[in-house]
């Protein structure tokens, strides 16, 4: 059974930091495509960052560059999201997602055919 | 403000054929495939409409997606009661170069 499972979400004060985990089971980690998905209390989903392990290309969102680190750990089967610089317009709901190109037809960006359930950051004094 | 303009709500009776629509421009929609998630509440987003009108494996057939110039529609027929909850639309951002999101349309059977 295919499973995301996200961990380390928390409250934090802005300026902060704080490191996200996604925990991956039941398909090949060595040549998935990850990402992370936020969702702010009461709006709609915003694309965070992306990786694809067999090469390690990583891509933000303008909104998190420079302050989001994506990496990975093969012997784990996980993907993790340091993130630094916490401002309150981070706090959102962050998933792990799973890209799904289907051989090079759409963007695994944006086909997220498996998610996590969430974890919940909150960015306050 | 989300880059694809969503309704913030729709409704419908049971048994009703209701559409929800996304509208971008020429270097979002317009050029690009038009994905579709259903999101519960408190629950993760489910992949429900890919490549503009297809459908991934055990999504009902009542759920339909289309897309002309630069807006899309998801259709539901034969509307069910467990069909309430938010439709998000996203796609390809040429200016952006990544991926962007309706603010997401919050479906009530009534």
């Known amino acids: 059974e295919v499973q995301l499972v996200e961990s380390g979400g928390g409250l934090v004060q802005p300026g902060g930091s704080l490191r996200l985990s996604c925990a991956v089971s039941g398909f090949t980690f060595s040549s998935s495509e990850l990402n992370w998905v936020r969702q702010a209390p009461g709006k709609g989903l915003e694309w965070v960052s992306y990786i694809r392990i067999s090469d390690d290309t990583i891509y933000y969102a303008d909104s998190v560059k420079g302050r989001f680190t994506l990496s990975r750990d093969n012997a784990k089967n996980s993907v993790f999201l340091q993130m630094n610089g916490l401002r309150a317009e981070d706090t959102a709901v962050y998933y792990c997602?799973?890209?799904?190109?289907?051989?090079?037809?759409?963007?695994?960006?944006?086909?997220?055919?498996?998610w996590g359930q969430g974890t919940l950051v909150t960015v306050s004094s | 403000q989300s880059v694809l303009t969503q309704s913030p709500s729709a409704s419908g009776t049971p048994g009703q054929r209701v559409t929800i629509s996304c509208s971008g421009s020429?270097?979002?929609?317009?050029?690009?495939?038009v994905y579709w998630y259903q999101q519960f509440p408190g629950t993760a987003p489910k992949l429900l409409i890919y490549r503009n009108d297809q459908r991934p494996s055990g999504v009902p057939d009542r759920f339909s997606g289309s897309k002309s110039g630069t807006s899309a529609s998801l259709a539901i027929s034969g509307l069910r009661s467990e069909d309430e909850a938010e439709y998000h639309c996203a796609t390809w951002d040429d200016t952006l170069s990544g991926p962007v999101f309706g603010g997401g349309t919050k479906l009530t059977v009534l």
């Open positions: 997602a799973r890209g799904n190109s289907h051989g090079g037809l759409d963007p695994a960006m944006l086909n997220f055919d498996r």
């Open positions: 020429s270097s979002t929609i317009g050029n690009n495939y």
